[in-house]
């Protein structure tokens, strides 16, 4: 798994290469200290993932994260911040990153959340967990601008809505498969289906998307 970092602080950028290069089958291939230099220097290196701070200067991890799904869909993006606000994870979230990783975890999760997004495309921890609770209680409580948004109930069928509930207490495929007694590719293949469906960027975007539209309830996850 090739990283990654994109931190405008020195000290912790270098530790945090340090323990990842200590992991088995993860490998810092560079690290760059704004979204600016990260981008200048991927023309030069080919990597999986990139774990991106949100402040930054000259260019935030927002607006890296926005380019990066625009020009590099292929990237896996795990925001690893002290930003924890409800506003800045909505943000993040919206724009398609893969994950989020509090700098206060522990670092020996940091390995699971990144192997997490290799293997499932996705890293949902009980940070992010806690965060897009309080994000859509958040998001309940602001008037509607457009009145109530309506789909199809029939757009997303029982076996898939099942599935984003296991994907949202952070089964994986394969735990996934075990449980419903199905073939792991049957379990990828729901899930390209309601990403189609969902048009969302990312399974991330699929809980939100179930939970705006009460498919899921807020203490299924």
């Not at 049957?186 to 399974?203: C, D, G, M, P, Q």
Request: charged fraction near 30%.
């Amino acid at each position: 798994m090739k990283v990654a970092i994109v931190d405008d602080h020195q000290l912790f950028r270098k530790s945090l290469a340090h323990l990842l290069n200590s992991f088995d089958d993860i490998e810092v291939v560079f690290q760059a200290n704004n979204g600016r230099d990260f981008l200048d220097k991927l023309n030069e290196f080919k990597i999986d993932l990139v774990l991106l701070d949100i402040q930054m200067p000259e260019m935030d991890g927002y607006q890296t994260c926005r380019v990066l799904r625009d020009k590099y869909p292929d990237i896996f993006v795990l925001i690893i911040s002290q930003l924890t606000t409800k506003e800045s994870i909505h943000k993040v979230m919206e724009l398609g990153a893969h994950g989020f990783f509090t700098k206060n975890s522990d670092p020996e999760q940091l390995q699971g959340a990144i192997m997490s997004v290799k293997e499932n495309g996705y890293y949902f921890g009980q940070e992010l967990g806690n965060v897009i609770r309080e994000v859509m209680l958040w998001e309940n409580k602001k008037p509607e601008e457009n009145g109530s948004i309506v789909i199809d109930e029939d757009l997303l069928t029982t076996r898939e809505i099942e599935i984003i509930k296991f994907v949202s207490n952070g089964s994986s495929s394969r735990e996934i498969s075990d449980m419903l007694k199905i073939n792991v590719r049957t379990v990828e293949s729901h899930r390209r289906h309601i990403l189609e469906k969902t048009k969302a960027k990312n399974f991330i975007g699929v809980v939100i998307f179930a939970l705006k539209h009460q498919l899921i309830a807020i203490d299924e996850i």
